[in-house]
């Protein structure tokens, strides 16, 4: 039909206009493939969590989660936020006055150097609680 040299000139052409579309989807592949950044679990977060706790399912899950990431607490530049939400879990609802009181002796074991401030914060709380009923 034609000659080899005419089918030669056609494959060029069409990898000459391919290659345009193979590098941008290359492109595309490596810049849209980049990993997703996780938010580190801060102790602000984990003050708005325990607010945000209405349910008592929630409660007991923003409980938990606070008591395996911040029982014992090092970070003095956080600390006020971490008091903070130690009021928070005590004025809940969800817990009796002897639960409050065990939670604080729990805290306050594991945390020697605070546990004057714990136990004056649980302590606040407690009797604003009981002001309240």
Do not use: R
């Amino acid at each position: 039909m034609y000659s080899y040299f005419f089918y030669l000139i056609l494959w060029a052409i069409c990898f000459i206009m391919v290659l345009p579309v193979l590098i941008v989807g290359v492109l595309y592949i490596f810049m849209s493939n980049k990993p997703v950044k996780k938010e580190e679990f801060t102790i602000e977060i984990m003050l708005s969590i325990i607010k945000g706790a209405k349910t008592k399912q929630a409660f007991e899950a923003a409980l938990t989660q606070f008591k395996s990431k911040y029982k014992v607490f090092d970070d003095d530049k956080h600390f006020d936020t971490w008091i903070n939400c130690i009021k928070e879990l005590a004025h809940s609802t969800n817990w009796d006055t002897d639960a409050v009181a065990k939670f604080g002796q729990e805290l306050e074991d594991a945390n020697t150097a605070h546990a004057k401030k714990i136990s004056i914060a649980i302590a606040t709380v407690l009797k604003t609680k009981d002001q309240k009923k």
